[in-house]
């Protein structure tokens, strides 16, 4: 099963073993207590990644799972890739608070150290949902998907089921993740999608930089965000609206085909068994 349809496996098996981790909070909601709750969130946001991990070596053995981690060690880019980890989604924060405070919105302020920052962004890369997620998402998925498909087909694919998957997240009562919220997180999510892919395929492979980007937009989200409850529903608009935009323009810029100019898109080509198991076309 899993041989014949690694993709589909992947994600069956994702949004089973994260949603019967997080439905509890679903459920239960405010009788669960905080660190209990908090823990469920932190194991289904690894569940990706376990899977990916797991799936790899059943597929196609140690070695493929050796060069599946490998990814997580491609640090030699060119340095303008780490220009924008850190100064792509500084730019949104920026244009969030500039425009924010126009039509009157919530005030917005970073109420925490900057010690605190840095190990809330430490702690997003791992074993939060930075490391957790994107070893399957973009290290096992992705490849698999632009193997029959356009990067940027791939990209919308996978960014509509990615979202999806934190659908339990926003019917837990928590005022920040409201169900109001979970369209524009949806767009987010394909927007962020197409750049995370533009990474990907662009530093060759690299998941160390597609991780360290999830951790850099997330980390705007909790600290800026999260604080203002049901109140935070026009500054992610206007976190989301140039993200949207920046999609568009790597699209544009990148091309399509493989939302990278200097390289080939990242494919998996199906496993051996799989390829001579297909029907002869006469």
């Known amino acids: 099963m899993v041989r014949r349809h690694p993709l589909i496996a992947f994600f069956v098996l994702t949004y089973a073993l994260a949603w019967i981790l997080w439905l509890?909070?679903?459920?239960?909601?405010?009788?669960?207590?905080?660190?209990?709750?908090?823990?469920?969130?932190?194991l289904g946001s690894n569940v990706p990644s376990v899977l990916g991990i797991f799936l790899t070596?059943?597929?196609?053995?140690?070695?493929?799972?050796?060069?599946?981690?490998?990814?997580?060690?491609?640090?030699?880019?060119?340095?303008?890739?780490?220009?924008?980890?850190?100064?792509?989604?500084?730019?949104?924060?920026?244009y969030m608070v500039a425009f924010n405070a126009l039509p009157g919105g919530p005030t917005i302020s970073l109420n925490v150290p900057l010690l605190t920052?840095?190990?809330?962004?430490?702690?997003?890369?791992f074993p939060g949902s930075a490391l957790g997620e994107e070893i399957g998402w973009r290290g096992y998925a992705l490849p698999r998907l632009q193997a029959r498909r356009s990067a940027l087909g791939a990209s919308l694919i996978l960014g509509v089921i990615w979202a999806f998957y934190h659908l339990p997240l926003f019917f837990t009562g928590q005022a920040f993740r409201s169900p109001g919220l979970f369209v524009p997180f949806v767009i987010s999510g394909i927007a962020l999608s197409v750049i995370?892919?533009?990474v990907y395929n662009g530093t060759g492979g690299s998941l160390l930089l597609v991780v360290l980007l999830h951790a850099t937009a997330n980390l705007p989200l909790t600290l800026l965000l999260e604080p203002l409850g049901s109140r935070a529903m026009l500054p992610f608009l206007l976190f989301v609206g140039p993200m949207v935009v920046a999609a568009i323009v790597v699209v544009i810029v990148a091309g399509p085909a493989h939302l990278s100019r200097k390289h080939r898109k990242q494919e998996e080509p199906a496993p051996?068994?799989?390829?001579?198991?297909?029907p002869r076309v006469v």
Do not use: N
């Open 24 to 42: 509890p909070l679903v459920f239960l909601q405010d009788t669960i207590p905080a660190a209990p709750g908090f823990v469920l969130v932190l």
């Open 57 to 94: 070596a059943i597929v196609l053995g140690g070695g493929s799972l050796r060069k599946l981690l490998a990814r997580l060690l491609i640090w030699r880019v060119d340095p303008r890739w780490y220009l924008v980890v850190v100064l792509g989604p500084a730019a949104l924060v920026g």
């Open 117 to 125: 920052a840095v190990i809330t962004l430490a702690f997003f890369i």
């Open 196 to 198: 995370l892919t533009w």
């Open 272 to 278: 051996p068994e799989v390829a001579m198991a297909a």
